[in-house]
């Protein structure tokens, strides 16, 4: 089981060697996969030293995984040539997720739909895994009409560059910006590019891609995603109408019997998700459970979890996981 990471040097990439070391995935050989600048480099893993090799050796070696973090364009050009080898390539950037011959695949809610023929599985946008985590049962409960979402962006999903700009700010130093303005004691309603129709490339991710899991291009999702000065992981303040009517109680038991949710909500002694909680953790937090009192059918909720574990890292690893259980390689 030889298992390239492409992308190892990275903020996501290092998190993936991490995530793979802690779950014991059953890899003989580990390929650590990087630009042509930091071939030769070493990454740890599993106390040993492993070097860095460029894509085209990696490609060579024909492993049977390839799990990429390494941006769109590098997965539209090498994703294809590692599945002409036969590896399964599961790529955490967006080239791949719109596609429609790709499944987009949080394991907790349609794993089921791999088969052995997917050979380039996309990794849901991180603000969406974590969204569709909590929307996922309840739309199966009550049936979704629209979602009015607004995210609270951890710096760590820019990457490396933005997490030095906040600490450049933090001790007064002038330095590279990976945003037009500063980031310390601000919010920027800016995540990704804009779009023509005004939003952002964020934005629509969390609306397309939301039809596209579900299944049910019915539910409507409208999306404001901020940048914040935070590393632990995203929040998500979370406004959902139903088409039909709901208990609370029945809400947060469906979500609590749902695996990869923990339910933190108990505001009477201050329970509630943060991402000062959520990091370094795999589940998705949910707290802050209530109903809308200004329209029938509807419920607010406040979501967290960390952006680089379930959010990237660690949802790969599942499908690996899930890919090798179910002997799909």
């Known amino acids: 089981m030889k298992v390239a990471v492409v992308g190892a040097t990275g ?70 040539k590692f599945a002409e080898v036969g590896t399964t390539v599961i790529d955490n950037s967006s080239a791949w997720r719109m596609n429609p011959d790709n499944k987009l695949v949080i394991p907790e809610i349609n794993a089921n739909l791999l088969t052995r023929t997917d050979k380039v599985i996309a990794n849901p946008n991180c603000s969406t895994i974590q969204l569709l985590m909590a929307l996922k049962p309840l739309h199966d409960a009550f049936g979704i009409k629209r979602v009015v979402v607004s995210t609270y962006q951890s710096i760590t999903g820019t990457g490396v560059k933005a997490v030095q700009q906040l600490e450049n700010e933090y001790a007064g130093e002038n330095g590279e910006m990976a945003y037009p303005y500063p980031i310390h004691k601000n919010a920027l309603p800016h995540c990704d590019v804009f779009q023509e129709n005004g939003y952002t490339k964020e934005e629509m991710k969390l609306s397309n891609e939301t039809k596209k899991i579900l299944g049910d291009d019915s539910v409507n ?8 000065p935070v590393v632990g992981g995203h929040s998500e303040s979370v406004n959902i109408e139903f088409n039909k009517d709901f208990d609370e109680a029945d809400v947060r038991k469906i979500l609590s019997d749902f695996p990869g949710i923990t339910v933190q909500d108990n ?22 459970i209530r109903r809308d009192y200004s329209q029938p059918n509807t419920i607010n909720m406040w979501i967290v979890a960390d952006n680089l574990r379930k959010g990237a890292a660690t949802n790969a690893v599942q499908i690996a996981e899930y890919l090798l259980e179910n002997k799909l390689l």
């Open 11 to 80: 903020m996501v990439g290092s998190v993936m060697l991490k995530v793979l070391e802690e779950r014991n995935f059953p890899l003989t050989e580990l390929i650590p996969v990087a630009s042509e600048r930091s071939v030769g480099k070493k990454v740890k893993f599993a106390d040993k030293e492993f070097e860095v090799v460029g894509l085209e050796t990696a490609v060579s070696m024909k492993p049977e995984i390839a799990i990429f973090s390494a941006g769109g364009d590098t997965s539209l050009e090498w994703a294809p």
């Open 221 to 228: 999702v409208t999306a404001t995603a901020i940048r914040i």
């Open 267 to 288: 505001p009477a002694v201050n329970t509630y998700p943060m991402p000062i909680y959520a990091e370094g953790k795999d589940d998705v937090f949910v707290g802050r």
